[in-house]
């Protein structure tokens, strides 16, 4: 583990130095995660795109008014899942917009046409719709919640997930990348986090870099991540994700990270938090998989067949042919895993609800990886 004066000494680490931070960060990956790198094989499904957040450099988020404001309906919603069940998808993406009802008439009168009050009743009702009708396994994007919308949302997840950001004040300030946002106060985002471990729920987050916050307040985010996962157990991954500038957008121009400054956020993730959490780089954000790889990564989130990252939709998903090329060409295989990690089923009890568990058992291999590979 590092220091936190070598946390802060990395980013301004030589040449020679960085090539040594790397090597020790790839090595804690060798250790704990072997010659296997993974990924998982998903649908993605924008439940809706109307927020009632605005964040400063999105595209997902549409406005009601515009013609690209939506709300999907069922029917949209299961033709996108059972295509992908068809080309072998194993998970399904749940991702929207934070709490659109709260800021919106046109959310609320939407959603009570499907016979709903809230987007976490809707999400719930597409869960187990998806667990009902398709062999397909929910993982929820859902943005901070109440210990109550956890408790009620893990029988029909297997895992959630919420992107920490930065946990940076500071980015709330007006002309800030989180100004006018409710939901980016780091202390919401961190009580989330907290009661997905109270309840032994398997979670993905991550930082977003180069949205205007300091290394500083990268050491400070990674820290409070490793700090709530050594108690409580349940982060199973993070993701280190480049800001990419958008045009319409209030952060159009502003600079995005380069590859080194994106090597060096991933060394220092991978040497600041538990091993024993997967470190996942965005491949279609970056073409560059040596380097990410040789920074320590060991997971290449999910990849769609089906649909387009609705976050990032100018970067096309890579083939995962060229991906598993480039893996071996580093020297690691390439395999699919599921939307939980493999050392969360061993106690399925706790980190799982009983037909969730009894479903993964006819899925997974014996080393908790997919049984059945489309790689």
Known sequence: MLTRPEALALKTASPQEL????????????EHWGKTLTYSRKVFVPLTNMCRDDCGYCTFVQKPGSPNARLMTPDEVMAVVR???????????????????LRYPEAREALARLGHVSMIDYLIEMCRRVLDE??????VNAGTLSDEEVARLKPVSVSMGMMLENVSRRLLQRGQAHYACPDKVPTQRLRTLERAGQHDVPFTTGILIGIGETWEERVDSLQA?????????????VIVQNFRAKPGTAMANHPEPDLDDMVRTLV???????????????????????????????DWGGISPVTIDHINPERAWPQIEALRQAT???????????????RYLKEPQRFLAAPLAERLDDIARDDGLALQQCV
Do not use: W
Request: charged fraction near 25%; charge should be negative.
């Open 268 to 298: 220092l993730a991978r040497l600041m938090l538990d091993p024993a959490i997967s470190l996942q780089a965005p491949p279609n954000l970056e073409s560059r998989f040596a380097a990410y790889i040789g920074a320590g990564i060991n």
């Open 134 to 139: 398709t062999s397909l396994l929910p993982h």
């Open 328 to 342: 071996a060409r580093c020297g690691y295989d390439l395999e699919e895993r599921l939307a939980v990690y493999p």
């Open 225 to 237: 991540i490793h700090s709530l996962h050594r108690h409580y157990g349940h982060v199973q991954e």
């Open 19 to 30: 090539d040594e931070f790397s090597r020790r960060a790839a090595l804690v990956r060798d």
């Open 83 to 101: 295509k992908g069940e068809r080309l072998g998808c194993k998970e399904v993406l749940f991702s929207l917009g934070e709490k659109p009802e």
